[in-house]
């Protein structure tokens, strides 16, 4: 239909710092004027749930999280959503980090 507005592009970002999701979250949409719809997930677990909701253009994982770290949910994403684009996003990188 002529008449549909393009969709919009889905971003999951997943993190658990609380306060950095807020304000990424808030960045993304100012940037992107309302293009852009982003999700946010403070634990793998809940990252799953949004993933099974609906699918994602990118998710952008935190390196550094409890229970599951970022490369052990690469892994676990690889695995239920092949093809999933992601990135990967730390505060805390190390020269070991990088060559991933």
């Not at 919009?8 to 997943?14: G, I």
């Not at 306060?19 to 997930?41: K, N, P, Y």
């Not at 749930?49 to 690469?74: A, I, N």
């Not at 695995?79 to 980090?97: M, N, W, Y």
């Amino acid at each position: 239909m002529p008449d549909e507005l393009p969709r919009r592009k889905q971003f999951l970002f997943v993190d658990d710092d609380a306060g950095f999701l807020a304000g990424i979250s808030q960045f993304f949409s100012e940037m992107s004027r309302g293009s852009w719809e982003v999700f946010t997930a403070e634990s793998h677990s809940q990252a799953l749930v949004v993933l099974r909701e609906r699918s994602m253009d990118v998710v952008v994982l935190d390196l550094d999280m409890p229970v599951m770290d970022g490369l052990q949910f690469l892994r676990l994403l690889a695995r239920s959503h092949p093809g999933q684009q992601v990135a990967i996003l730390t505060g805390h990188a190390t020269e070991e980090t990088r060559k991933l």
